[in-house]
């Protein structure tokens, strides 16, 4: 007898999670959440196995973009969460709003629904702040799912602090006030030395017998009807089948996997849907267009003082953090040293932020034939890129990877600005206090003039791993999916993830996608925000 839901989930990530819970609220609804990976690891739970997560084919789907023409055709990584929670169970746990510019502007799309002001609410719904906020702070939410702390106060990062203030910034904590400008200590997704993913909202759900979650189940494609999504066709346990859903597919896969997934399924460009031996059952030209992510790189020191991270890298010690961790949930291996960081702009006086910086306590990768035995890196991204990239099928097999090509540098304004930010972080962490802690800066192109930092750039450039876009969200027709997320010209499927973003926010992703899917999860339900 073939399955049946009232909702099928694809994709237990950031959004797959809230969806799941919110919409099993209802006793009368059967819902059903796939997830292509694992259920769990400890190395999730524990805030210092992002060292073993970032490189895991376990918990990882460990994603290559095609050769980057303007960055020296390098293969860039992008690594994406194959576990539930998704890529919330694997990334530097930065709980990060973005600015109320970032969501005013799809406002300015005609979608007024999607406004800083109207989301407000969900990011509060999201939220247990008591950690890191006033609990009379109207603005913060207290009793989410999500809890919310600060890391430990290191000297070295206060130092950064302090050396940012003295090339004007503000010292600014959190960075989910009335402004993004500053530096200061991060807020992060944990609490207690725990990581807090999407996957605590299924510790709600958890006993619910009308909540089914499915693990290690790979999604081969979407079962149409015409014009009508009726289910999934999935492979579990050596063979497949069909499950069918009553009221809605709600594809939460993220900005790979979703418009992989449609295309697969025969919604998308259809003359390349075509040349990929696939039926055509929508032609929707933009699903897989507009990928966007921060470019990203990193300074790399070595440290004057033996106050790093680095040394619990190596095998030896790093296996005795975790032991203590097991034995006493604590220690070393209950952060993960990245808990400073700083937003800013050429003008001093701008609420937008152009750069973002991650301070990391740790040295992964020295320079080739540098023996380091403490270090510590800063990443720079630049937060409103204009290059513009695309995923395309690389095969009928949903096995198979499709091909990621974001583009990266293609419009040479976003290597300018990229550039220009490496060049005032260079700037701000050889001013004092923070000089001190440098014994010597490893990376030196980076303080060179601007053909030298270019050229550095174009070979070392990456991604901070924020990709969005590509199932892009419009009031336009010619937009993948409608203000509610609804796929245009198939009924009964949404997309629900980063990849509905038409722009990228100024900052990191996962609270964003959250509070979205919070958002339509109400939408869904016909509720209000403070229903």
Same mark, same amino acid.
Request: net charge positive; glycine share 10%.
């Given at each position: 007898?073939?399955?049946?839901?009232?909702?099928?989930?694809?994709?237990?990530?950031?959004?797959?999670?809230?969806?799941?819970?919110?919409?099993?609220?209802?006793?009368?609804?059967?819902?059903?959440?796939?997830?292509?990976?694992?259920?769990?690891?400890?190395?999730?739970?524990?805030?210092?196995?992002?060292?073993?997560?970032?490189?895991?084919?376990? !918990?990882?789907?460990?994603?290559?973009?095609?050769?980057?023409?303007?960055?020296?055709?390098?293969?860039?990584?992008?690594?994406?969460?194959?576990?539930?929670?998704?890529?919330?169970?694997?990334?530097?746990?930065?709980?990060?709003?973005? +600015?109320?510019?970032?969501?005013?502007?799809?406002?300015?799309?005609?979608?007024?629904?999607?406004?800083?002001?109207?989301?407000?609410?969900?990011?509060?719904?999201?939220?247990?702040?008591?950690?890191?906020?006033?609990?009379?702070?109207?603005?913060?939410?207290?009793?989410?799912?999500?809890?919310?702390?600060?890391?430990?106060?290191?000297?070295?990062?206060?130092?950064?602090?302090?050396?940012?203030?003295?090339?004007?910034?503000?010292?600014?904590?959190?960075?989910?006030?009335?402004?993004? %400008?500053?530096?200061?200590? !991060?807020?992060?997704?944990?609490?207690?030395? =725990?990581?807090? &993913?999407?996957?605590?909202?299924?510790?709600?759900? =958890? &006993?619910?017998?009308?909540?089914?979650?499915?693990?290690?189940?790979?999604?081969?494609?979407?079962?149409?009807?015409?014009?009508?999504?009726?289910?999934?066709?999935?492979?579990?346990?050596?063979?497949?089948?069909?499950?069918?859903?009553?009221?809605?597919?709600?594809?939460?896969?993220?900005?790979?996997?979703?418009?992989?997934?449609?295309?697969?399924?025969?919604?998308?460009?259809?003359?390349?849907?075509?040349?990929?031996?696939?039926?055509?059952?929508?032609?929707?030209? *933009? /699903?897989? *267009?507009?990928?966007?992510?921060?470019?990203?790189?990193?300074?790399?020191?070595?440290?004057?003082?033996?106050?790093?991270?680095?040394?619990?890298?190596?095998?030896?010690?790093?296996?005795?953090?975790?032991?203590?961790?097991?034995?006493?949930?604590?220690?070393?291996?209950?952060?993960?040293?990245?808990?400073?960081?700083?937003?800013?702009?050429?003008?001093?006086?701008?609420?937008?932020?152009?750069?973002?910086?991650?301070?990391?306590?740790?040295?992964?990768? #020295?320079?080739?034939?540098?023996?380091?035995?403490?270090?510590?890196? %800063?990443?720079?991204?630049?937060?409103?890129?204009?290059?513009?990239?695309?995923?395309?099928?690389?095969?009928?097999?949903? =096995?198979?990877?499709?091909?990621?090509?974001?583009?990266?540098?293609?419009?040479?304004?976003?290597?300018?600005?990229?550039?220009? &930010?490496?060049?005032?972080?260079?700037?701000?962490?050889?001013? #004092?206090?923070?000089?001190?802690?440098?014994?010597?800066?490893?990376?030196?192109?980076?303080?060179?003039?601007?053909?030298?930092?270019?050229?550095?750039?174009?070979?070392?450039? *990456?991604?901070?791993?924020?990709?969005?876009?590509?199932?892009?969200?419009?009031?336009? =027709?010619?937009?993948?999916?409608?203000?509610?997320?609804?796929?245009?010209?198939?009924?009964?499927?949404?997309?629900?993830?980063?990849?509905?973003?038409?722009?990228?926010? +100024?900052?990191?992703?996962?609270?964003?996608?959250?509070?979205?899917?919070?958002? /339509?999860?109400? %939408?869904?339900?016909?509720?209000?925000?403070?229903?």
């Amino acid at each position: 007898m073939t399955k049946r839901y009232d909702y099928i989930i694809i994709g237990a990530g950031s959004a797959g999670c809230v969806l799941a819970s919110r919409l099993s609220e209802d006793p009368e609804v059967r819902v059903l959440l796939l997830e292509a990976g694992a259920a769990s690891s400890l190395f999730v739970q524990m805030p210092a196995g992002i060292r073993v997560l970032y490189k895991s084919s376990r !918990y990882n789907w460990r994603f290559w973009t095609e050769p980057q023409e303007n960055l020296d055709n390098r293969k860039i990584y992008i690594p994406r969460g194959r576990v539930v929670g998704g890529s919330s169970s694997i990334n530097s746990m930065i709980a990060m709003r973005g +600015g109320p510019h970032d969501y005013d502007a799809w406002a300015a799309m005609r979608m007024p629904q999607w406004s800083f002001q109207s989301l407000l609410p969900y990011f509060r719904k999201l939220e247990n702040a008591t950690l890191v906020s006033d609990s009379n702070d109207p603005s913060r939410g207290f009793s989410g799912p999500i809890r919310l702390s600060y890391g430990p106060r290191r000297e070295s990062m206060t130092a950064f602090i302090e050396s940012a203030r003295a090339a004007g910034l503000p010292e600014n904590h959190g960075f989910n006030g009335k402004s993004q %400008i500053g530096a200061g200590f !991060y807020e992060l997704t944990m609490a207690d030395g =725990r990581r807090s &993913g999407s996957f605590r909202y299924l510790d709600a759900a =958890r &006993g619910r017998p009308n909540l089914t979650v499915i693990p290690n189940c790979l999604v081969r494609n979407l079962v149409l009807e015409g014009k009508c999504a009726r289910g999934v066709s999935v492979a579990l346990r050596g063979r497949t089948e069909a499950i069918l859903a009553d009221r809605e597919v709600i594809l939460t896969a993220g900005s790979i996997g979703s418009p992989q997934l449609l295309m697969l399924s025969g919604i998308g460009p259809a003359d390349q849907l075509r040349s990929a031996g696939i039926k055509v059952c929508h032609d929707s030209p *933009e /699903v897989g *267009e507009n990928l966007q992510d921060h470019l990203d790189c990193t300074i790399r020191f070595e440290a004057a003082h033996p106050t790093t991270l680095t040394p619990y890298l190596g095998l030896w010690r790093g296996a005795i953090a975790g032991m203590r961790y097991l034995m006493f949930g604590d220690g070393v291996a209950a952060s993960h040293g990245i808990e400073a960081g700083a937003f800013w702009a050429t003008d001093r006086k701008s609420d937008i932020p152009e750069w973002q910086a991650h301070f990391i306590l740790a040295l992964r990768n #020295p320079p080739t034939g540098s023996h380091v035995s403490h270090g510590f890196a %800063i990443r720079v991204c630049q937060l409103h890129p204009k290059s513009r990239g695309v995923v395309r099928l690389r095969s009928k097999d949903p =096995r198979m990877a499709p091909i990621i090509d974001p583009r990266f540098a293609s419009e040479y304004s976003d290597l300018v600005s990229l550039r220009n &930010g490496i060049s005032e972080m260079c700037d701000i962490v050889m001013k #004092p206090p923070f000089r001190d802690h440098i014994k010597r800066p490893l990376d030196k192109e980076a303080f060179g003039d601007q053909k030298t930092l270019e050229r550095w750039l174009r070979a070392y450039a *990456e991604t901070v791993y924020h990709p969005v876009g590509t199932c892009r969200m419009g009031a336009d =027709r010619s937009s993948v999916v409608d203000p509610e997320m609804k796929v245009r010209g198939i009924d009964g499927l949404r997309v629900v993830d980063g990849s509905v973003m038409p722009s990228l926010i +100024g900052g990191n992703t996962n609270l964003p996608i959250m509070a979205m899917a919070e958002r /339509v999860a109400d %939408i869904i339900r016909g509720k209000t925000a403070n229903a």
